[in-house]
């Protein structure tokens, strides 16, 4: 393989970023493991992790490994193209080792004190904002990510205004300030139930089905144009088309959530009918992905990151938006509300969208940040077979929830007497719950084999890097 050299120095903050993602998230797989355990062994790890806790751990990371994944992108992409350097790398890095001992201590926490305990000790009383789902950090913690998220938007947005502006670093602004200024609803904390939950979902809904979507269409957009080397101004267009109908579905959209919450009965109407729009921006998305790779000017050699850039388009389209689908229509939505389908919905949304998303990128930039344009063929196949490993075991855990969700509505939530008590169901859905490990089980391996090809050389047909050319971040 080539050697390759950045184009400019401050982006290898990015691989701090993407070294710090890769562990949380291989934490939040072995977390969501034990969860998927404890389902089945109900007092597994107990005292020591109970379920509630294990829960919010899993969630938790999931969160704050995206976040650092997405700065690691934006730190590398955008002085790429702004055509200039980071504004300041030294707070890019000094950020960086803020975000995660704020996250490591905030995770310790959860896992060492009672979580009453915590929320007590950390100003809960003066400003209650703990114990809502995904909501759950300490009042430090949310101001720390507060300071964090203004400081990263600060140095990125300088980079912007003195270099170049392009459509995609113009889209990928709007979704990071955007995510941080929806960010704030964690803080507001009304009685009124009804207002409660319609804040929660400004920050839940608005996160992963509005900005995050912004967010997502720049890096898919910077990866395309990198490994197939269509002409901006093409991906442009499709990127535009695709934001627009993202933003006007998805804001649109956070109706679905209102439809039993006590708001007025046109949320069902509205809800429903553009919930039922959300799968096309993903649909187009795919077209996209599948469209520049066919007009592609190039044979790019890192091959593993067009497998994984493709990849995000297909699974995000079959996650956020068909496994959204099937239970987004208000009538459909009164029975499957928080079941085992709710679950297989999130799961492949979060993997087909977020997660394949950031691995794209980091794929694409690792090898250039470690000195060659890409990676080994031997290594990129070890790449590509954890991208199937990881999909496949994905697809088992999805069908899995699926099977569960469907039995668990016909059993406890169609009957008008004689329903089956939650418990009860759940013992019948024990077999989907087996099916849901091996799942859990198989992406593991496949997130461990793509960690393992980090370190796989080149094969006995292929030309090694000379000595000392690896470039350190």
Same mark, same amino acid.
């Given at each position: 393989?080539?050697?390759?050299?950045?184009?400019?120095?401050?982006? %290898?903050?990015?691989?701090?970023?993407?070294?710090?993602?890769?562990?949380?998230?291989?934490?939040?797989?072995?977390?969501?493991?034990?969860?998927?355990?404890?389902?089945l062994?109900g007092?597994l790890?107990?005292?020591?992790?109970p379920?509630?806790?294990?829960?919010?751990?899993?969630?938790?990371?999931?969160i704050? +490994?995206?976040?650092?994944?997405?700065m690691?992108?934006?730190?590398?992409?955008?002085?790429?193209e702004?055509?200039?350097?980071?504004?300041?790398?030294k707070?890019?890095?000094?950020?960086?080792?803020?975000?995660?001992?704020?996250?490591?201590?905030?995770i310790?926490?959860?896992?060492?004190?009672?979580?009453a305990?915590?929320?007590?000790?950390?100003?809960?009383?003066?400003?209650?904002?703990?114990?809502?789902?995904?909501?759950?950090?300490p009042?430090?913690?949310?101001?720390?990510?507060?300071?964090?998220a203004?400081?990263?938007?600060?140095?990125?947005?300088?980079?912007?205004?003195?270099?170049?502006?392009?459509? #995609?670093t113009?889209v990928?602004?709007?979704g990071?300030?955007?995510?941080?200024?929806?960010?704030?609803?964690?803080?507001?904390?009304?009685?009124?139930?009804?207002r409660?939950?319609?804040?929660?979902?400004?920050?839940?809904?608005?996160?992963?089905?509005g900005?995050?979507?912004?967010?997502?269409g720049?890096?898919?957009?910077?990866?395309?144009?990198?490994?197939t080397?269509?002409?901006?101004?093409?991906?442009?267009k499709?990127?535009?088309l695709? #934001?627009?109908?993202?933003?006007?579905?998805?804001?649109?959209?956070?109706?679905?959530?209102?439809?039993?919450?006590?708001?007025?009965?046109? +949320?069902?109407?509205?809800? %429903?009918?553009f919930?039922?729009?959300?799968?096309?921006?993903?649909?187009?998305m795919?077209?996209?992905?599948?469209?520049?790779?066919q007009?592609?000017?190039?044979?790019?050699?890192?091959?593993?990151?067009?497998?994984?850039?493709?990849?995000?388009?297909?699974?995000?389209f079959?996650g956020a938006?068909?496994w959204?689908?099937?239970?987004?229509?208000?009538?459909?939505?009164?029975?499957?509300?928080?079941?085992?389908v709710?679950?297989?919905?999130?799961?492949?949304?979060?993997?087909?969208?977020?997660?394949?998303?950031?691995?794209?990128? #980091?794929?694409?930039?690792?090898?250039i940040?470690?000195?060659?344009?890409a990676? %080994?063929?031997?290594?990129?196949?070890?790449e590509?077979?954890?991208?199937?490993?990881?999909?496949?075991g994905?697809?088992?855990?999805?069908?899995?929830?699926?099977?569960?969700?469907?039995?668990?509505? +016909?059993?406890?939530?169609?009957?008008?007497?004689?329903?089956? %008590?939650?418990?009860a169901?759940?013992?019948q859905?024990?077999?989907?719950? +087996?099916?849901?490990i091996?799942?859990?089980?198989?992406?593991?391996?496949?997130?461990?084999t793509?960690?393992?090809?980090?370190?796989i050389?080149?094969?006995?047909?292929?030309?090694?890097?000379?000595?000392?050319?690896?470039?350190?971040a």
């Amino acid at each position: 393989m080539k050697p390759a050299t950045l184009k400019f120095k401050s982006q %290898s903050v990015a691989r701090l970023y993407f070294t710090g993602a890769l562990a949380l998230f291989v934490g939040q797989i072995v977390f969501g493991v034990l969860l998927g355990l404890q389902y089945l062994i109900g007092d597994l790890a107990f005292p020591f992790v109970p379920f509630n806790i294990a829960r919010m751990v899993h969630t938790n990371l999931l969160i704050v +490994w995206l976040l650092m994944g997405f700065m690691g992108s934006a730190y590398y992409l955008v002085p790429e193209e702004a055509e200039t350097e980071l504004w300041s790398p030294k707070l890019a890095v000094a950020l960086f080792w803020i975000f995660l001992a704020a996250g490591a201590a905030t995770i310790l926490g959860y896992l060492l004190v009672p979580y009453a305990t915590l929320a007590s000790a950390t100003g809960n009383d003066l400003l209650a904002t703990m114990g809502r789902e995904f909501l759950e950090q300490p009042l430090p913690t949310k101001l720390g990510i507060v300071v964090v998220a203004l400081a990263f938007l600060f140095n990125i947005s300088m980079t912007v205004l003195k270099g170049r502006k392009t459509a #995609i670093t113009l889209v990928l602004l709007m979704g990071l300030w955007g995510l941080a200024l929806m960010f704030l609803f964690s803080f507001v904390n009304p009685s009124n139930l009804v207002r409660d939950k319609m804040y929660w979902w400004f920050v839940v809904h608005l996160w992963v089905e509005g900005t995050w979507e912004l967010i997502l269409g720049g890096l898919l957009a910077f990866v395309l144009i990198k490994t197939t080397g269509v002409d901006r101004e093409v991906i442009d267009k499709w990127l535009y088309l695709i #934001i627009t109908m993202a933003l006007v579905t998805g804001i649109l959209g956070t109706g679905h959530h209102f439809f039993f919450i006590g708001l007025p009965g046109y +949320w069902q109407w509205v809800g %429903s009918v553009f919930s039922a729009l959300e799968p096309v921006p993903f649909f187009m998305m795919t077209l996209f992905a599948f469209n520049m790779v066919q007009r592609r000017k190039r044979e790019h050699p890192n091959q593993a990151a067009v497998l994984w850039a493709v990849g995000c388009a297909v699974m995000g389209f079959l996650g956020a938006g068909l496994w959204g689908f099937i239970h987004t229509l208000s009538p459909v939505n009164y029975y499957t509300h928080g079941t085992q389908v709710t679950a297989a919905h999130g799961h492949l949304a979060f993997y087909g969208a977020y997660v394949l998303v950031v691995i794209a990128m #980091i794929s694409y930039a690792m090898p250039i940040l470690r000195g060659r344009e890409a990676n %080994s063929r031997r290594a990129q196949g070890f790449e590509m077979w954890s991208f199937w490993i990881m999909t496949i075991g994905m697809g088992v855990m999805v069908l899995a929830l699926t099977g569960a969700g469907i039995l668990q509505v +016909w059993l406890q939530r169609m009957p008008s007497e004689g329903a089956m %008590s939650f418990m009860a169901t759940q013992d019948q859905l024990r077999f989907f719950y +087996w099916v849901r490990i091996a799942g859990g089980v198989m992406f593991l391996a496949g997130l461990l084999t793509y960690l393992a090809s980090f370190f796989i050389g080149a094969g006995a047909d292929e030309d090694e890097l000379p000595a000392g050319s690896l470039q350190a971040a």
